[in-house]
């Protein structure tokens, strides 16, 4: 049976990117194997972060993927940090990831080069080498994510190659899974970078109020010309909100086109923020009703102890390989 696991990292209030990138997926993998989600709070403190908004988006998150239909009965739900086993593989695992490769990675690039180049936290460099012991720790051959994290998947892959190569089959090999529809979504008001929750500009926030929601949307900015067709270089703006609309739909882009092929660009906005709207108003109720119930603990309690089990099964097998035990 796959063994499948994905998370989230606590960094700021989640967007509709990683809505349609990484929550709303999860679910459709709970019923295709053994499932492991979690919140990333350790990866949340490799730039600087409030102690409180930590914690506070720590349990919205875990409600997020409640209210996103993960049910802790087929899935087991964490926190990073309440499984020691991640950092003890990650201290072991540094050994085999080399500071030439990690100085490529295009998040290390984006995240450092505003930053005082004597003061980036050896946290953000290593980044990698955490998310690879988060992967390889569950031994799952399926991480689901949003295109900006296959280069983490990628070096991950290497690492098994050269550990495998060196002590024999001890790790398993992942490998990235990525939306055929809606693996980047884009900023609204500039449809050319990437839709973050660490940039407030232009994103639709999961708690946004709807109205909200609905004028951001109805403001998005479009592309000259009058066609609703998909072309990420000429019309980026359009192609977004085809995107956002084929992904929350679950159909293809050009089935959304054939939908819009007679269509102006103001209906097709509204046709967009109806769904927007329409999903996220559903998902807010269902959020609302978690948060403010003990769910999230009592969800989390089981969750830990059953990852704790698991990591300190694969924990042990590579503490032996490498003569540790
Ligand atoms: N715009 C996006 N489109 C599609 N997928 C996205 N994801 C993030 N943004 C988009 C996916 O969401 C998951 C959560 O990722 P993360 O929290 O580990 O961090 P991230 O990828 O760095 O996401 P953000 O929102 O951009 O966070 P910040 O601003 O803190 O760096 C991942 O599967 C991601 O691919």
């Known amino acids: 049976m796959a063994r499948i696991l994905s998370g ?23 019923d295709s194997g053994e499932t492991f989600i979690f919140v990333a709070d350790l990866h949340a403190l490799t730039l600087p972060i409030e102690p ?7 349990r919205d998150i875990v409600a997020f993927y409640l209210a996103a239909g993960l049910d802790p009965e087929k899935c087991t739900l964490f926190r990073q940090s309440q ?9 072991i695992l540094q050994n085999y990831l080399y500071m030439g490769e990690l100085n490529r990675m295009t998040q290390f690039k984006e995240k450092s080069q505003n930053m005082n180049q004597n003061a980036i936290g ?26 900006d994290q296959t280069q983490h998947v990628e070096i ?8 495998n190569n060196r002590y024999g089959e001890v790790l398993i090999m992942p490998e990235a899974r990525i939306n055929k529809v809606g693996k980047r979504i884009m900023s609204l008001s500039n449809p050319t970078v990437k839709m973050s929750k660490s940039d407030p500009k232009g994103d639709v926030f999961l708690l946004d109020d709807l109205k909200v929601i609905r004028k951001k949307i109805m403001s998005a900015v479009t ?10 270089e000429n019309k980026p703006g359009i192609s977004n909100l085809l995107t956002i609309y084929a992904a929350l739909k679950e159909i293809s882009i050009s089935d959304a086109e054939a939908l819009f092929i007679d269509a102006r660009y103001g209906d097709f906005k509204k ?4 769904l927007v709207v329409a999903e996220l108003g559903a998902f807010q109720a269902r959020y609302y009703a978690i948060i403010n119930s003990s769910q999230v603990e009592d969800v989390l309690n089981a969750g ?21 035990l």
Do not use: C, W
């Not at 499984?83 to 201290?91: D, F, K, N, R, T």
């Not at 991950?156 to 550990?163: A, E």
């Not at 046709?271 to 109806?274: G, L, R």
């Open 52 to 58: 409180e908004f930590l914690r506070t988006n720590t």
């Open 223 to 232: 592309d000259s010309g009058s066609e609703i067709i998909y072309d990420d």
């Open 83 to 91: 499984v020691s086993q991640h950092a003890e593989l990650a201290i």
């Open 156 to 163: 991950t892959r290497d690492l098994v190659k050269r550990f």
């Open 271 to 274: 046709a967009v923020a109806d």
């Open 122 to 147: 050896l946290g953000l460099f290593a980044y990698p080498v955490l998310m690879a012991a988060d992967i390889l720790l569950y031994d799952a051959n399926i991480v689901p994510v949003g295109e």
């Open 8 to 30: 989230i990292k606590p960094t700021g209030r989640l967007t509709l990117g990683n809505y349609i990138g990484a929550l709303k997926n999860f679910k459709n993998f709970q």
């Open 304 to 324: 830990e102890k059953k990852a704790r089990q698991i990591a300190q099964g694969v924990l042990h097998r590579v503490q032996k390989a490498v003569g540790l």
